[in-house]
């Protein structure tokens, strides 16, 4: 059975940190690619940033520079550390396998609010 559990979301600063994680459980994490992924209100999913299991990683302009994601293959768990949060980032984050039909995954975590405001 596929877990994601997204932990490390809050309520943050302008200009803040925070550090995503996600651990999973019963997929073959070490040979799938893993992203995150977010939806702000009344927005849809979309993908922010990737990471292959060699380490490449790639995001989406809006977050480069700001957001790293990174994977510990031993403990099944990705993470995202985003710097200088700004409020356009407010939304629920999402890990799953990156694929080019990621849209379609049937199975979601309950996902992780980030939440920008002063």
């Known amino acids: 059975q596929v877990q994601l559990v997204e932990s490390g979301g809050g309520l943050v600063q302008p200009g803040g940190f925070l550090r995503l994680s996600c651990a999973a459980a019963?997929?073959?994490?070490?040979?799938?690619?893993m992203a995150w992924y977010r939806q702000a209100p009344g927005k849809q999913r979309e993908l922010v940033a990737f990471i292959t299991t060699l380490g490449y990683t790639n995001s989406v302009d809006s977050v480069k520079g700001r957001f790293t994601i990174s994977r510990d293959n031993a403990k099944s768990t990705v993470y995202l550390q985003m710097h200088s949060i700004k409020p356009e980032n407010t939304a629920v984050y999402y890990c799953?396998?990156?694929?080019?039909?990621?849209?379609?995954?049937?199975?979601w975590g309950q996902g992780t609010q980030v939440t920008v405001s002063s």
């Open positions: 019963g997929i073959s994490f070490n040979i799938w690619t």
């Open positions: 799953n396998q990156y694929i080019s039909t990621w849209a379609q995954l049937e199975y």
